[in-house]
């Protein structure tokens, strides 16, 4: 699902092209865009027969708090005919490497009625596509391949799935009587380029989650100066990354231009949540004391031996 992706800086064609060779169809929910926002445009324009544009309306009053991303999520997930649905989101990327291994996992669960989903590893890249996020701010792993299956819903702001025997089709925070779905992980990555973008676009894409997760008003008070332009910090603190990028990539890597407003020195501003004491803290003990996740985001149970 999508909604003025171009106009905010998503990869979303290149989300669609990075599983297109695996996948059967593609079903992509589109919202009503802006005017001179293209990402219909650039959906439309991919070659093949695969994809199947669905055109919807966004309503953040019937659907608040993030919500309508999950609902937008559902419309798209109701339309699909496959065993295996492949869900991603419009700046979430697979390596072609991964191809095989994907599909390997998928036909070895096919008939494994206790395995409900599949589990990926996640790259959280930040500020350019050198330097990623390996904290405990951030998740580790997602699902994003599930069992077509009409009791599974997107949940809470569209992160993640549950199951939802008895649904009232309005709220996809509901954690009563919901279940979460038994999963086997799979050795591939989703490339995440979220917080891939120039400062200035990243600031306007921060006014619109907060639009859409707090409404206008409290939008408009967290973003007073909406002129200046996000400010990513120290990137000299986070690892390198060393690896390749998928090929789809390769175009909007060469195009990456704002080098020079990242070394700028950090202005004053609230930390951000990697940021703060508490998590850093939280991170030093898993990679240094316990080599493990604690207290972390796990929206899901993993299948042992799986």
Not at 96 to 103: F, L, N, Q, T
Not at 126 to 139: Q, R, V
Not at 196 to 220: C, D, L, Y
């Amino acid at each position: 699902m999508a909604k003025n992706a171009d106009k905010l800086g998503y990869p979303v064609k290149e989300t669609v092209l990075s599983i297109l060779p695996l996948v059967d169809e593609f079903i992509i929910a589109i919202g009503d865009c802006d005017p001179y926002d293209k990402t219909r445009e650039l959906i439309a324009g991919i070659e093949g027969d695969k994809i199947r544009i669905i055109d919807t309306v966004w309503d953040l009053d019937k659907y608040p708090r993030g919500m309508e991303h999950a609902h937008q999520t559902d419309i798209a997930k109701e339309q699909c005919s496959g065993d295996w649905l492949f869900y991603l989101q419009a700046d979430e990327i697979v390596h072609e490497k991964d191809h095989p291994v994907i599909r390997q996992r998928c036909e070895e669960f096919l008939n494994d009625e206790n395995v409900e989903g599949l589990l990926f590893n996640y790259i959280h890249f930040w500020g350019d596509y050198y330097h990623y996020h390996h904290s405990h701010s951030w998740y580790k792993n997602e699902i994003r391949i599930i069992k077509n299956d009409p009791e599974i819903h997107s949940w809470e702001s569209a992160q993640s799935f549950r199951r939802i025997p008895v649904f009232d089709g309005l709220n996809y925070r509901v954690k009563k009587n919901t279940y979460k779905l038994k999963v086997a992980r799979v050795d591939a990555d989703i490339y995440h380029y979220g917080w891939v973008r120039p400062p200035h676009i990243m600031t306007n894409k921060a006014i619109v989650f907060s639009t859409i997760h707090h409404g206008k008003e409290r939008a408009e008070e967290l973003h007073e100066k909406n002129d200046i332009e996000f400010d990513y910090g120290d990137l000299t603190k986070l690892p390198v990354f060393k690896r390749t990028h998928p090929k789809v990539m390769e175009q909007r890597i060469k195009e990456f231009d704002w080098a020079e407003k990242l070394s700028q020195p950090a202005r004053k501003r609230p930390r951000l949540k990697h940021e703060k004491s508490k998590y850093k803290f939280l991170t030093f003990l898993e990679k240094k004391v316990f080599k493990r996740t604690l207290f972390g985001f796990k929206n899901y149970i993993l299948v042992t031996g799986k």
